[in-house]
T-cell receptor
Framework: TQLLEQSPQFLSIQEGENLTVYCNSS?????LQWYRQEPGEGPVLLVT?????EVKKLKRLTFQFGDARKDSSLHITAAQPGDTGLYLC??????????FGKGTSLLVTP | NAGVTQTPKFQVLKTGQSMTLQCAQD?????MYWYRQDPGMGLRLIYY???????DKGEVPNGYNVSRLNKREFSLRLESAAPSQTSVYFC???????????FGPGTRLLVL
């Protein structure tokens, strides 16, 4: 099993602040995905990155895939309370399933 | 378009009881998955079905069985529930590479 380590585990910030969360592995991945999970719901895909060095933007969220395809980061600019949730990174494994990191739990307070 | 549906939403069992968690998807996806989510442990794969007629074990299959009833439905059975199986169970489906997985809302199971 290819392990994905996410940091920090918890993050509590005020509205308007910037933040970055990380997803690291010792293994090379063909792609990495980021999901967001809100309380009481299932995870929802935010983005897939497939090329080393790739940067993707989704409104105030910026995702980067490391050049060696072993790590990824998610940067949120001017966080809002609606960004609160659990952020999960995931990489492919055999049988089209995914290996998930343990997640970063983000709380944004007004 | 309902996506992935799961039943029941909540369940309380006594140790030793059995139950089946139901999952259905209406997106014509080939692959379906069962995960469990526990605090501090993330999502862990229990079983998956890459296509209709096939099932394979994931990371934590002990104590569970699955059935891919048809292309739409994938059920998870606990034959003799144990307190260690208290968790939130998510079903997911996917069809493309890289695999975008679509998750159901989850089943919250408490085993006493």
């Amino acid at each position: 099993t290819q392990l994905l380590e996410q940091s920090p585990q918890f993050l509590s910030i005020q509205e308007g602040e910037n933040l970055t969360v990380y997803c690291n592995s010792s293994s090379v991945f063909s792609s990495l995905q980021w999901y967001r999970q809100e309380p009481g719901e299932g995870p929802v895909l935010l983005v897939t990155v497939v090329t080393g060095g790739e940067v993707k933007k989704l409104k105030r969220l910026t995702f980067q895939f490391g050049d060696a395809r072993k790590d990824s980061s998610l940067h949120i600019t001017a966080a809002q309370p609606g960004d609160t949730g659990l952020y999960l990174c995931a990489g492919p494994r055999a049988g089209y399933a995914l290996n998930f990191g343990k997640g970063t739990s983000l709380l944004v307070t007004p | 378009n309902a996506g992935v549906t799961q039943t029941p939403k909540f369940q309380v069992l006594k140790t030793g009881q059995s139950m089946t968690l139901q999952c259905a998807q209406d997106m014509n996806h080939n692959s379906m998955y069962w995960y469990r989510q526990d605090p501090g442990m993330g999502l862990r794969l229990i079983y998956y079905s890459a296509s209709e007629g096939t099932t394979d074990k994931g990371e934590v299959p002990n104590g569970y069985n699955v059935s891919r009833l048809n292309k739409r439905e994938f059920s998870l059975r606990l034959e003799s529930a144990a307190p260690s199986q208290t968790s939130v169970y998510f079903c997911a489906s996917s069809d493309r590479v890289p695999e975008t997985q679509y998750f159901g809302p989850g089943t919250r199971l408490l085993v006493l």
